[in-house]
């Protein structure tokens, strides 16, 4: 019967060889628990307390819950096609629960860090003795991170944005967040001035070609300049991000975290942060709960007289 069903996603549902392989190895792992070659299952002899045993066992051997609710959606897609088939009664995989997966949470640039690459990227105010191309460029990449950092814009968002979205007057960028939903993020006074003083400067170079997007790159070949995309902004954020953090990753998705998580710990309820992010539902802003909660822990075990981590440093200090 499981070969009969690794033939079945293998020819009509058209996986993967690597994904056939994977699914083979998990059922020959349920068979091997049950004391049972692949040729001799038997799934009239089985109900869903074998399968919970197999799930108990797996965690308790110190298996991921990834791993385990993996090698169960196994079992379970085998147990559809049975039943498709007529050659079993009932699912008997349609009670058992998977185990719950616990999503990462965000990591997020610290404010120091944050910190230090504005003291090491700010630009100073153009005037008539800088090369103009040079500073539009350096101009650029400060900003890209700022905006990323202070308006928790994603990647594909601020690529997308055009000078006519920025209202430097009125302090605030219309956004296009997924399926073109549109949304209004503020900005601080200073943001505004440097983006309103980039523009002007990016006008002289590129007048007549607004439709470049906002920000601009000269391309290599010709010396022309063109948009500045989403793999471009990934690259300046990743080389500028990778000079002052310690963090293994420097993506923008990073300053989305670090925009949430600094909005959190400042006072903002989650409500307002769900709005300026463009999430569709509220369940997706309140990871952030639990990464300012990780930190709370942190200052609790450091600080507090009675926490374990503070007992024991103590202890070691007076030996």
Same mark, same amino acid.
């Given at each position: 019967?499981?070969?009969?069903?690794?033939?079945?996603?293998? $020819?009509?549902?058209?996986?993967?060889?690597?994904?056939?392989?994977?699914?083979?190895?998990?059922?020959?792992?349920?068979?091997?628990?049950?004391?049972?070659? /692949?040729?001799?299952?038997?799934?009239?002899?089985?109900?869903?307390? @074998?399968? =919970?045993?197999?799930?108990?066992?797996?965690?308790? @051997? &110190?298996?991921?819950?990834?791993? !385990?609710?993996?090698? *169960?959606?196994?079992?379970? +897609?085998l147990y559809r096609f049975l039943l498709s088939l007529g050659l079993v009664k009932i699912n008997i995989t349609s009670k !058992?629960?998977?185990?719950?997966?616990? =999503?990462?949470?965000?990591?997020?640039?610290?404010? +120091?860090?944050?910190?230090?690459?504005?003291e090491q990227n700010r630009v100073p105010k153009y005037d008539e003795g800088v090369d103009r191309e040079d500073w539009l460029e350096a101009m650029r990449d400060?900003?890209?991170?700022?905006? #990323?950092?202070?308006?928790?814009?994603?990647?594909?968002?601020?690529?997308? *944005?055009?000078?006519?979205?920025?209202?430097?007057?009125?302090?605030?960028?219309?956004? %296009?967040?997924?399926?073109? =939903?549109?949304?209004?993020?503020?900005? &601080?006074?200073?943001?505004?001035?440097?983006?309103?003083?980039?523009?002007?400067?990016?006008?002289?170079?590129?007048?007549?070609?607004?439709? %470049?997007? /906002?920000?601009? !790159?000269?391309?290599?070949?010709?010396?022309?300049?063109?948009?500045?995309?989403?793999?471009?902004?990934?690259?300046? !954020?990743?080389?500028?991000?990778?000079?002052?953090?310690? *963090?293994? =990753?420097?993506?923008?998705?990073? #300053?989305?975290?670090?925009?949430?998580?600094?909005?959190?710990?400042?006072?903002?309820? $989650?409500? +307002?942060?769900?709005? #300026?992010?463009?999430?569709? +539902?509220?369940?997706?802003?309140?990871?952030?709960?639990?990464?300012?909660?990780?930190?709370?822990?942190?200052?609790?075990?450091?600080?507090?007289?009675?926490?374990?981590?503070?007992?024991?440093?103590?202890?070691?200090?007076?030996?």
């Amino acid at each position: 019967m499981i070969r009969r069903f690794l033939d079945y996603i293998a $020819i009509e549902k058209r996986y993967s060889p690597r994904t056939v392989k994977e699914y083979g190895d998990d059922l020959r792992a349920w068979c091997a628990f049950l004391g049972w070659k /692949i040729e001799d299952f038997d799934p009239k002899q089985l109900d869903a307390e @074998d399968v =919970k045993a197999w799930m108990l066992q797996m965690l308790e @051997d &110190g298996q991921s819950p990834r791993s !385990v609710k993996r090698r *169960l959606s196994a079992v379970k +897609s085998l147990y559809r096609f049975l039943l498709s088939l007529g050659l079993v009664k009932i699912n008997i995989t349609s009670k !058992v629960m998977l185990p719950k997966v616990d =999503k990462p949470l965000p990591v997020f640039f610290r404010e +120091s860090e944050m910190q230090a690459f504005k003291e090491q990227n700010r630009v100073p105010k153009y005037d008539e003795g800088v090369d103009r191309e040079d500073w539009l460029e350096a101009m650029r990449d400060y900003l890209l991170v700022e905006m #990323l950092y202070q308006t928790g814009m994603r990647r594909a968002e601020l690529a997308a *944005l055009e000078d006519k979205d920025v209202d430097v007057q009125g302090r605030q960028i219309r956004v %296009f967040g997924k399926r073109r =939903k549109e949304r209004i993020v503020p900005m &601080g006074e200073q943001l505004a001035q440097e983006i309103e003083a980039y523009l002007q400067v990016k006008q002289e170079i590129v007048y007549g070609h607004e439709g %470049f997007g /906002i920000f601009l !790159v000269r391309k290599k070949r010709n010396g022309e300049w063109g948009a500045l995309g989403a793999a471009g902004i990934y690259n300046v !954020v990743r080389a500028r991000m990778g000079e002052v953090s310690t *963090l293994m =990753k420097h993506s923008p998705h990073v #300053l989305r975290h670090t925009f949430a998580t600094t909005m959190l710990n400042n006072g903002a309820d $989650i409500r +307002s942060i769900q709005t #300026l992010l463009g999430h569709s +539902s509220l369940e997706a802003t309140q990871v952030y709960t639990h990464t300012t909660f990780e930190q709370m822990k942190e200052v609790y075990e450091t600080a507090h007289p009675r926490s374990l981590t503070r007992e024991s440093k103590v202890g070691n200090q007076d030996e």
